[in-house]
C-alpha cells in the first residue's frame, strides 16, 4: 500500500464547538508564549466575543470560539491598546491563543516601525474609493446617507463633556472632517480632508436636558432628533457628523447618538468609535485630555493604495473573471421583473425575520465547523438554496440551478502592502457579484437537512475561496480603473443583494453600550433613494443572554418584485438555514474541501475518495 497523502489544513476557522456546550480549558498550544501575554488575549478575545473569560482557554482557536474576521479587527485594535501588535491574519489563523501570543510583538519593541519612511498622508485630496465612487451612480438624495448609532452614557457625563468627546473623535478620525465640495454624490470628483482644528464641536452637538425621561420614553425622544440631525448634514460644508446628548441628570445613564454620513463611516468604524468612547470618558474621568491614539493607516493613504492597485497589471488580469460571474444566468429571480430604474427603498417593503438562537448558535458556530469554513459560506448556502426552491414553481426541473448575487465584505483586505487598518474609520465596503454554479441538487433532501445539503454547502464554501482577495478587485475594475469601467458598467449588477454585519453584543446595561431601542442605524437617507438591488437582505448577529440570535432585514423594489414573492423567499432562507443546521448533526457531516489542502490539483472527488479508504481525515 502506498504511503498515504499528508494533508495539510487550510487557512480556514477551525472546526466549532457544539452549541451551548461548555468551552472548557485546553493544554496551551504553541507554547513559548510569556503567560501574561496569553492571559492579555484571553481577556481581550473574551471581551471581543462577549464570553467570560473562564471559557476562553489559552488552546482554543478564535474562530473556534465563533470569532469573525470583522471581531479579528477588533481585537488587533485592541491589542494595540494594550501594547501588542499583531495582525487579523495573525488573529484568524491563530491555531490557539498561545500560538497567538508567540506571534504577537510588543507596540514600543524592536522591529515594529515596518511603515514607509514618510509618515503616510492623513489631509489634503483624497482619491475616491470604488464604494465612494459607487454612492454617485444612485438615483436619488444621497447627501443624507448615512448611519447611526445611540449609546448609553455614563451619570455624570455632561454637556461639555459630549462637546470634548465629539471634538476628540474629529480630530483623531480625518474621514469624520472630510468635504465633498459637490455634495456626496459627487465624491468621484473631488474631496478635500482639512487639518484637524477647523471645525467647532459645539455647532455639532445638540444637548436635550430631560431628567424626568424614563427608559421607555428614550427611544421616541432620541429619534425625532436623529431624524434632524440627519437632516442638518452637509458633505458640501464638511459637516458628516452630528450628535444628540440626552442628559438625565448626574445619577442616570443618558444617551449619545452619534449621526454620520455613510462616506466616512461604516460597520467596522462603529466599533473603533465605540472603543474611543469609553476611551475618552476614561481619561475624561480621570481629569485628563481625551486625547486618542491615531489611526496608524490614515484613509488617504489607504485610497491611494487602492488607486495604485486598481492599474496593476495583477488587477487587470482579474477582469475577465469579473466578466464571467456576470454573464447573466439563464433563471432570473422567479417572479423578478427588471426595471431600468429600481423603486426607492420603503418601509412598506420592508421584512424583518429573526431565528431564535437555539438555531441561530448552532448556525453560526457548528455548522461552519463542519466545513472548516465561515458564517458567509452558511448563509450564502442557505440563500442559494432558497432561491433554487423559490423559484422551482416557475422555472421547473429545466432550473440550471445557477444563482447570482451580490455580496457585501468589509472591505479591510489584506492587499495593497497589507498596512494596518484596525483603527482607521472610513466607508471601507467592498461589493462583488458572486456566481454560484450548483447544478441540480435534491432540494427535497437538502430541505430536509440531507446529504445534498452538505454537497452545496461545500460547493459554495470553494466558490467564495476561489474569489481572489474577497473581492475587492471587482470594485477597483468596476469604478478606478479606467480601461475596465466601461465593459464592466455595462453588465450590471445581480438582482439580489446580500451583507452580513457580524455579530454586536445586546442587552448590555453598562456605559458605552448600544441603547435599548436602537438597533445599529445602517444605509439610511431621505425618501427618494433607489434601491440598488430588486431585492436586498442584511443580516446580523446579536448576541444576548441566551446566545445569538439572527434577524435578516428584507426589501425590496415594488415595481420589481411582488410582496408575496418577497415574503415567501424570506422564510424559505430561514428554512434553508433551519436545515442546515439539522444536516451539521449527522454523523460525519462535510468533512475538508480541496481549498483545505496543500495539493495543488486535488479534487472533492479526491477528498471523499480517500475518506472512503483511509477513513475521516481529522
Request: hydrophobic content about 45%; proline content about 9%.
Amino acid at each position: 500500500m502506498p504511503e498515504p497523502v499528508r494533508l495539510l489544513p487550510g487557512p480556514g476557522a477551525s472546526p466549532a464547538p457544539a452549541a451551548g456546550a461548555a468551552l472548557a480549558d485546553r493544554a496551551p498550544a504553541g507554547g513559548g508564549a510569556p503567560d501574561a501575554t496569553v492571559d492579555t488575549l484571553r481577556h481581550l478575545i473574551a471581551q471581543v466575543l462577549g464570553l467570560p473569560v473562564d471559557a476562553v482557554g489559552a488552546g482554543h482557536g478564535f474562530t473556534e470560539l465563533g470569532g469573525d474576521s470583522i471581531q479579528a479587527i477588533q481585537v488587533v485594535s485592541r491589542a494595540r491598546t494594550a501594547g501588542l501588535l499583531l495582525t487579523t491574519r495573525d488573529v484568524l489563523r491563530g491555531e490557539s491563543i498561545a500560538g497567538l501570543a508567540t506571534t504577537a510583538r510588543p507596540a514600543d519593541g524592536p522591529g515594529t516601525d515596518e511603515g514607509p519612511a514618510e509618515p503616510p498622508r492623513r489631509t489634503g485630496p483624497l482619491t475616491a474609493t470604488p464604494i465612494m465612487a459607487w454612492l454617485g451612480e444612485l438615483d436619488g438624495p444621497v447627501d443624507t446617507y448615512h448611519q447611526s448609532l445611540v449609546v448609553r452614557t455614563p451619570a455624570g457625563f455632561r454637556a461639555e463633556h459630549a462637546v470634548r468627546v465629539v471634538r476628540a473623535l474629529l480630530d483623531t478620525h480625518d474621514m469624520l472632517r472630510l468635504t465633498v465640495p459637490g455634495g456626496a454624490g459627487a465624491a468621484a470628483a473631488g474631496c478635500l480632508v482639512p487639518p484637524p482644528g477647523g471645525t467647532d464641536a459645539h455647532d455639532l452637538v445638540e444637548h436635550v436636558h430631560a431628567p424626568g425621561a424614563t427608559d421607555a420614553d428614550l427611544p421616541a425622544l432620541t429619534t425625532g432628533r436623529i431624524a434632524a440631525a440627519r437632516r442638518s448634514l452637509s458633505p458640501a460644508d464638511g459637516v458628516m457628523l452630528r450628535a444628540v446628548h440626552v442628559d438625565r441628570g448626574p445619577d442616570r445613564q443618558g444617551r449619545l447618538a452619534l449621526v454620520v454620513h455613510h462616506l466616512v463611516v461604516d460597520g467596522v468604524s462603529w466599533r473603533i468609535l465605540q472603543d474611543d468612547l469609553r476611551a475618552c470618558w476614561a481619561r475624561l474621568a480621570a481629569g485628563e485630555d481625551p486625547v486618542l491614539e491615531p489611526a496608524p493607516t490614515p484613509f488617504a493613504h489607504w485610497a491611494d493604495l487602492l488607486a495604485a492597485d486598481a492599474a496593476s497589471g495583477r488587477r487587470m488580469a482579474e477582469a475577465a473573471g469579473w466578466a464571467e460571474a456576470l454573464r447573466p444566468a439563464p433563471e432570473p429571480l422567479g417572479g423578478v421583473c427588471p426595471q431600468d430604474r429600481l423603486d426607492p427603498e420603503s418601509a412598506d417593503r420592508r421584512l424583518t425575520l429573526t431565528l431564535p438562537p437555539e438555531v441561530a448558535g448552532p448556525l453560526l458556530t457548528v455548522v461552519p465547523g463542519v466545513v472548516n469554513g465561515t458564517v458567509n459560506d452558511v448563509l450564502l448556502t442557505g440563500l442559494a438554496l432558497a432561491v433554487l426552491a423559490w423559484r422551482r414553481p416557475l422555472t421547473g426541473p429545466a432550473d440550471g440551478g445557477t444563482v447570482l448575487v451580490d455580496v457585501e465584505g468589509h472591505g479591510r483586505e489584506d492587499v495593497a502592502g497589507a498596512p494596518d487598518l484596525s483603527r482607521t474609520v472610513g466607508w471601507f465596503t467592498t461589493v462583488h457579484p458572486v456566481r454560484l454554479d450548483l447544478g441540480r441538487p435534491d432540494l427535497d433532501d437538502a430541505r430536509s437537512g440531507g446529504p445534498a445539503a452538505g454537497e452545496v454547502l461545500r460547493t459554495v464554501k470553494e466558490t467564495l475561496r476561489a474569489v481572489p482577495d474577497h473581492g475587492i478587485g471587482h470594485g477597483l475594475l468596476r469604478h478606478g480603473n479606467s480601461r475596465t469601467r466601461p465593459a464592466l458598467a455595462a453588465l450590471g449588477v445581480p438582482e439580489i443583494g446580500f451583507n452580513y454585519l457580524g455579530r454586536f453584543p445586546t442587552g448590555d446595561g453598562a456605559d458605552w453600550a448600544a441603547a435599548p431601542g436602537h438597533d445599529l442605524a445602517l444605509d439610511e437617507s431621505d425618501d427618494g433613494l433607489a434601491m440598488a438591488h430588486a431585492i436586498e437582505v442584511n443580516a446580523a448577529a446579536h448576541d444576548g443572554p441566551d446566545g445569538p440570535a439572527l434577524s435578516a432585514t428584507w426589501t425590496w423594489a415594488g415595481n420589481a418584485c411582488p410582496d408575496d414573492r418577497a415574503h415567501a423567499l424570506a422564510h424559505e432562507w430561514f428554512a434553508a438555514l433551519r436545515a442546515l443546521v439539522r444536516y451539521a448533526a449527522l454523523p460525519g457531516a462535510a468533512g475538508l474541501t480541496p481549498s483545505d489542502v496543500s495539493l495543488p490539483g486535488l479534487g472533492q472527488a479526491d477528498l471523499d475518495a480517500f475518506e472512503a479508504q483511509f477513513g475521516e481525515l481529522p
